[in-house]
């Protein structure tokens, strides 16, 4: 499997409002799409840095894992994506090289195929998300 580029990191946030107000009035990033993603338990303020987009993510449960994680480790880096031309494809490559993986299979969202790879303990403390398809602002 190869990473081709980054598609997006997110950020765990306790409150999306002050967040985005914050992201917006210091480094003057303009709100690009805000959705709720169901299947994911977040409300997600999406931004876009050339083509690098910046994701702010706030918990609509407490049983969701960005509640679980800014419960254990505070706001922060919750994950990074990186673009990939066949998710199925790689998951596949890091199951054969005997990586413990997240998701067997992808998951669907917005046209895009996506899988978490590894635990965060097996890649530097950060969750690994690998995608492929093309963004849409088609809801959840």
């Known amino acids: 499997m190869k990473a081709t580029s980054i598609d997006h990191i997110c950020l765990a946030v306790k409150n999306l409002e002050q967040a985005k107000k914050i992201y917006e009035d210091t480094l003057g990033l303009e709100l690009a799409q805000e959705y709720v993603a169901e299947s994911e338990k977040i409300k997600v303020a999406r931004y876009y840095l ?64 996506y899988a978490f790879i590894m635990p965060p303990t097996e890649t530097c403390g950060v969750l690994t998300e690998i995608l492929d398809g093309t963004y849409t602002n088609e809801k959840d």
Do not use: Q
């Open 50 to 113: 050339g083509d690098l987009a910046l994701e702010l993510m706030e918990a609509t449960s407490p049983d969701g894992d960005v509640a679980k994680f800014i419960e254990k480790r505070g706001e922060g880096v919750f994950l990074i994506s990186y673009r990939t031309d066949d998710v199925e494809k790689g998951l596949k490559e890091l199951k054969n090289k005997g990586k413990k993986l997240i998701d067997d299979t992808p998951r669907e969202l917005f046209g895009n195929r």
